[in-house]
């Protein structure tokens, strides 16, 4: 195996965006020679906020066949629940983990308050993705801001569980991601484009060509029309300035565009641009199911054989 090992996991919870593709699998699928690189679809934490089976099943289909088709085919992918270490680690963590610790997770705290019914699931999620890291030994886990307290819990977790039943875990390095692009919401662009945002102001990466144009259109900008309205100011003008930075992310160019029309045309046509040959790809992919099917099947093998080893080496020294 690679020196280094890279793992990323993206919850099936709605359907993958621009954002997605710009800022994580464009970079995941850039960087994949560099580090053997593990690339999953966490199912199990999609399962802490309600929904029907077949939107998850749905959910998890589409985003398989869209992780190969953004061209991480030198990857291993992998569905969390076809890697049966992860839950059973995830329990054993629990058993050293504090329900104090729990429940001073800034993420718990902001989701739960939006919820009448809060599943225990959702408490419990960071030691999953504790779990999700250690059965795979990275030495080093890049991560943005809003996850960063739940690696610190990983790293917490693992020192403790060392030190009471002996060194089973790598305790990983937080480490800040190379920056990728940074999408806003088109109708809200203070807000990041999300997964789980509202349809207009979310470019699907299904989208096609006329719906990418009219969301595009109605995207939010501002009342400046003078010679310099079209610029970068992410204080002063921020849908203009994300729609300057997608331009930019997907190749396109800003020079000589004077007007919001200009720039929402160049918009337009840089990103159609670049979601065509990945939804080219995956239609061919969509045709032909027992082949994605055969990548996740053997992505699932190549995660039990590095994740078991240490699940074993956990439940030996805990005295089970
Ligand atoms: P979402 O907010 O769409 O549900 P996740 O939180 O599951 O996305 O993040 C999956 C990956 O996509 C992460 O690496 C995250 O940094 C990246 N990502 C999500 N939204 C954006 C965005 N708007 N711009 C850039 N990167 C994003
Ligand atoms: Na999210």
Redesign the pocket.
């Known amino acids: 195996p690679a020196a280094t090992r890279r793992l ?1 996991l ?2 099936p ?2 359907r ?2 621009l ?2 593709l ?4 464009g970079p995941m699928a850039a960087g994949q020679d560099d580090a053997e690189c593990f690339y999953g679809i966490s199912d199990l934490h999609a399962l802490t906020t309600p929904r029907s089976p077949a939107e998850l099943r749905a959910a998890v289909t589409e985003q398989a066949t869209l992780l190969l088709a953004a061209g991480l085919d030198r990857s291993t992918l992998f569905v969390q629940s076809d890697v049966p270490a992860h839950a059973a680690l995830s329990y054993l963590l629990e058993c050293v983990a504090t329900t104090g610790e729990l429940g001073r997770m800034i993420q718990f705290k902001e989701k739960s308050r939006r919820q009448g019914s809060v599943r225990a699931s959702l408490f419990t999620y960071p030691v999953l993705m504790a779990a999700d890291i250690l059965l795979y030994r990275p030495q080093e886990v890049p991560v ?1 801001d ?1 996850q960063r307290q739940h690696v610190e819990l990983t790293r917490d977790l693992a020192l403790r569980f060392n030190a009471a039943y002996g060194e089973v875990f790598t305790v990983p390095e937080i480490t800040v ?1 190379p920056v ?5 919401d088109l109708a809200d662009p203070t807000r ?5 945002g509202a349809d207009a102001g979310v470019i699907g990466l299904l989208d096609p060509p006329d719906v990418v144009r009219r969301k595009v259109a109605r995207a939010v900008t501002d009342g400046d029309s003078g010679p310099d309205a079209v610029r970068a100011d992410r204080a002063g003008k921020p849908g203009v300035t994300n729609l300057l930075e997608i331009l930019e992310a997907c190749d396109g160019s800003a020079d000589g565009l004077a007007s919001y029309g200009g720039l929402k045309a160049a918009v337009t046509d840089a990103v159609v641009a670049t979601l065509e040959p990945l939804q080219r790809r995956c239609a061919d992919l969509a045709a032909d199911p027992g082949h994605v099917a055969e990548v996740y099947r053997r992505g699932a093998a190549r995660c039990r054989e590095v994740t078991e080893p240490v699940l074993d080496a956990a439940r030996a020294a805990i005295g089970l």
């Open positions: 990323s993206i919850t919870s709605g993958l965006t954002g997605n710009l800022g994580a699998l943005g809003d991601p990728g692009a940074r999408v806003m990041k484009m999300s997964k789980s």
